[in-house]
Structures are given as C-alpha cells and as structure tokens.
C-alpha cells in the first residue's frame, strides 16, 4: 500500500527533508582537499541532533554512521573514515534524519577542487537525469515513468544507470512502498496520487552499470572501477505535478547544481 499524506504530515515531512537539505548544503561546502569524511560525518550528526533530529541511517540494518560517503568508483553506501579527500575526487554524501515521527533523504555529488572534464560532465548529467525523474511526478502518472526518464537521460550522455538500488516511499518509515527504479520502461507499475511522498535517487556510472559490494557489507562500487555519482530528492505529489521537499528555498542555497532554475513546480 501507498500512503497519501494530509496536510498536517506533509508539513512535517517539508520540515525533516529542509534541514536534511540545509545540513548537506553546510557539508558540500566543507568538503575539500584534506578534509577526512569521518570529519563531514561528525559535523552531520552534531547539526542533526542540534535541530532535536535523530540520524536516519545510523543503525539501520547496522550501518554505522549519519552519513554515507561515497568517492569516485564508490556508487553508495560508503562509510566515513580517516581517509581524506583529495583535490580531483569525487564525493557523494546522502544523509537522512527522523523528525517528530517522519523521515528525510537527499544526497548530492560534489567535486573536491578541481576534477576532469569527464567527471564533472558525470555530475551534471546525473542531477539532471534526477531532474527529469522528477518532471514524470504528477497524479496520474505510473511510478515507471520516473525511471525511464532517468534512463533515458543518462544513456544519451553515453552513460549507465545503476541497477541494484533503487528510490522508495518515504514517510513515517526511510523506505516504504513503492520503489522507484532509475531504468525500464514507462507506464508500468502503480499510478502516483496528491500526497504520495518519494525519494528518487539516480546512480550513474560512467562505463558499465554493474556494482558489487566490498568485504565491509557495505560500499557498493563500481565493477569496473569507474566513475560513479548519485543525487536524490524527496518529493510529494501535488495536484498538478510534485514539489521537491529538499529543495532549498533561498536563492543560491539550493543543495543542486544543474537546472537549478528549470524547478518551478
Ligand atoms: N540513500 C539510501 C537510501 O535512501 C541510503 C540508505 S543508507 C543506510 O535508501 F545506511 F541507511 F542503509
Ligand atoms: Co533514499
């Protein structure tokens, strides 16, 4: 089952998923050469709990921290660490929280110094493949229609669309029903309704799409080593299309970087 949000709950699920957006705002500016992701993962979970938030992710299913951080050839779920960032690398963060009772998730990709054409061109392309995941929400429309949006973004930038993980409902649980996948064909799957809450999260790869999961049972990369990157929103059904939960209001805070403006729904 799909649940419809009212009112009152959505108003709760804008506030989780904005400080959600806020914090990772604050992180993306903090990532830099030098700066250890164990370091982003402490500075998340003070603000988190600062706000009388709670972390989403720690101890879900055992993960061990606020935060996954997930560079270059790592495609998600990577855990912080001593290691630091270098200039050139690539860096995931997606955080969630639970505020009174209702979750938020967004995640961005964001380049330390300066990086290559190429994978700049992955993070570009990524975000606006969720922005066009994002365009496909409105009542009517089938869940399928989210991914083939995304696929067929990503694959005409030459692309891949990572399979084994997928977006979900998001609610008074992190995960709920539906998922959402970021590949297949449209038209498939439940219709969406005013007051369905998502996360759609893209993972692109810049060669194959095949992932594998390291010895720690977390970090998923990259098969055949390459590049990889991940954006995710959480967004509710509206009458006439969705609005993006953790999409920062104030101008130039926006956690985005492509099509920021392109987003008036
Ligand atoms: N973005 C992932 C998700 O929303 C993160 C889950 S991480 C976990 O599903 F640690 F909580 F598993
Ligand atoms: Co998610």
Redesign the pocket.
């Known amino acids: 089952m799909i649940v419809c949000r009212s009112h009152g709950e959505i108003e709760k699920l804008r506030r989780v998923n904005q400080l959600v957006a806020r914090i990772l705002a604050e992180l993306r500016t903090m990532a830099a050469p030098g700066v250890t992701t164990q370091e982003l993962d402490e500075a998340a979970e003070a603000r988190v709990r600062e706000a009388g938030a709670e972390p989403?992710?720690?101890g879900?299913?055992g993960?061990p921290?606020t935060v996954?951080v997930s560079v270059n050839e790592q495609v998600?779920?990577g855990i912080p660490s001593t290691r630091g960032l270098t200039d050139g690398d690539i860096l995931s963060i997606?955080m969630?929280a639970k505020l009174d009772g209702f979750f938020g998730?967004c995640?961005v990709t964001v380049p330390i110094g300066r990086v290559s054409a190429e994978a700049s061109a992955l993070l570009r392309v990524t975000e606006e493949a969720l922005f066009h995941g994002i365009e496909a929400v409105k009542p009517g429309a089938r869940v399928s229609d989210i991914g083939a949006a995304v696929q067929q973004h990503v694959e005409a930038a030459g692309f891949s669309v990572v399979r084994e993980?997928v977006?979900?409902g998001?609610g008074t649980s992190?995960?709920e029903e539906p998922q959402v996948a970021n590949y297949g064909p449209a038209g498939r799957g439940p219709r969406l309704s005013e007051g369905m809450v998502i996360?759609i999260?893209p993972m692109v790869n810049i060669g194959q799409p095949a992932v594998k999961v390291l010895a720690d049972g977390?970090t998923a990369v990259t098969r055949d080593g390459s590049l990889s990157a991940?954006f995710?929103h959480t967004v509710v059904v509206t009458r006439d299309g969705c609005e993006v939960l953790t999409r920062l209001a104030t101008d130039g805070e926006y956690v985005g970087t492509a099509l920021s403006g392109s987003l008036s729904k």
């Open positions: 989403a992710f720690k879900y299913h993960y921290a996954c998600v779920h997606d969630g998730d995640a993980f977006g979900h998001i992190l995960h996360a999260e977390w991940h995710e």
